[in-house]
Every structure is written in structure tokens, then in C-alpha cells.
């Protein structure tokens, strides 16, 4: 088990003050979800991309000064943060084969899920997660990548060419959703990670957090409107 969270920000100046601290909680409560290593992709309006992993848990990361450059970038023009909780199924736990993976200056991603039997013919790694990511950098058409993926899945990605950030699932990985009242979209492996940090930062959402439906790919663009289809 892995646990998956992040936020799209509303805000054409970067993350607020309250975004950043609530991102800071939801991943240390993800380190419940697996604590074999962390990591986070940051994404700018101007299209910058910024990665920093490690084979450690969440609270020991975020006082690492990697991230706290990121997290120095996203305050100042930020539009993406996502991060992820490793529990380490295929793969030696280093941080190589923590998430995210970047691959080919095409996307960056995480994933919480495994693959059904071996994932080698797609790409020779150690890690399943970065075999899918090879599929789904080598395939513009999405729908094409994943009928290749035989595998249980929640994935976020983002899209350098198309400066879009990506969420989708499939029956047997939970990703839910939620929004803010200023507009921003924050998501998470478990709605009580969302509930919770909201609470502590004195957030408001419009809805409570909702479980994103399956195969529904959910696309967010740096600039224009989100879609599900």
C-alpha cells in the first residue's frame, strides 16, 4: 500500500500560506500509507518541474532542505504539489526506485498500485511503477497506455508537453477529490487525510471529499478549465 496526495492551486501567484502548511500534513499523514521512502513533484505556472526524493518517511523528508526548496518555489509561483508514501512491493528501497519517476523529460509520475505479474516487457527496471510510466510517456493517446497496463492503480501524472496534470484510477486503488471554496483541488489516497488537514488549517471545501470514479481520467491544466472524461 501506497498513499498518493497533492493539491492544484487556484491562486495565479502561487500556493498560499495555508496550501502549503495542509500539503505539509497530508504527507505526514500519508507516511501511514507507507514508509519506505517519500517524494514530490512540484510543477510552476511557467511550466518549471521540480523532483525531490528519498528513501525515507514522511516526517524525516519534509525537514530535508531539497524539499524545502521546492516547497520555496511553490509559495513563489507554484500550481502543482503532489506527493507520495512509498510501501516498498517490488524493487529495492533506495532512492532510486522511490516516487516520482521521470521519465524522458515527457512526464513525471506517482502511483499507488501494483503490477499483475511481471511488468519487465514494457521496460527492464526494478520497479513496476516506473515501467507504467515508460507505457504512458510512450503513448500520447491515454486510454491506448493504460489498456496496456495490467495492473491495480491510482495514478497522477503530469504532462510536460501538454502542461496538464492527470489523475485517474481504476477499481481497486482509491483517489478522492475535493475543492476548495477559493477554488483549488486537492486530492488524496484517503478522504480523512483531506477532511483532516482542511480542519487543522482552517480550510473550507465546497463538498466533502469525494471518491473519484474509475477509469475517469481527471486533467487539470496550468491554464483553462479541468475536465473528467
Not at 524545502?68 to 510501501?87: L, P
Not at 492503480?153 to 501538454?162: E, G, M, T
Amino acid at each position: 500500500m501506497c498513499g498518493i496526495v497533492g493539491i492544484a492551486s487556484a491562486e495565479s501567484t502561487g500556493f498560499s500560506y495555508k496550501e502549503l502548511e495542509a500539503f505539509e500534513t497530508m504527507l505526514f499523514l500519508d507516511t501511514l500509507r507507507g514508509w519506505d521512502s517519500t517524494g514530490v513533484f512540484g510543477v510552476t505556472h511557467d511550466k518549471d518541474v521540480f523532483i525531490a526524493k528519498e528513501a525515507c518517511h514522511g516526517p524525516d523528508f519534509l525537514k530535508k532542505s531539497e524539499y524545502k526548496d521546492i516547497r520555496s518555489s511553490m509559495s513563489a509561483r507554484g500550481k502543482f504539489f503532489v506527493g507520495h508514501n512509498r510501501a516498498a512491493t517490488r524493487g529495492t528501497v533506495n532512492d532510486k526506485n522511490a516516487h516520482p519517476f521521470w521519465v524522458d523529460d515527457k512526464i513525471v509520475l506517482v502511483q499507488n498500485g501494483t503490477y499483475k505479474g511481471s511488468h519487465k516487457h514494457h521496460k527492464d527496471v526494478e520497479v513496476d511503477t516506473e515501467a507504467i510510466a515508460h507505457v504512458i510517456a510512450e503513448n500520447e493517446d491515454v486510454e491506448v497506455a493504460l489498456n496496456k497496463i495490467n495492473a491495480a492503480y491510482a495514478l497522477v501524472w503530469y504532462n510536460v508537453k501538454q502542461a496538464k496534470l492527470n489523475l485517474i484510477r481504476n477499481a481497486e486503488r482509491p483517489l478522492y477529490l475535493a475543492v476548495t471554496k477559493s477554488g483549488s483541488i486537492w486530492f488524496a489516497s484517503e478522504a480523512a487525510t483531506l477532511l483532516y488537514a482542511a480542519h487543522r488549517h482552517d480550510v473550507k471545501f465546497d463538498e466533502k471529499p469525494y471518491m473519484m470514479d474509475e477509469h475517469t481520467l481527471v486533467t487539470i491544466a496550468i491554464e483553462g478549465r479541468t475536465s473528467f472524461k
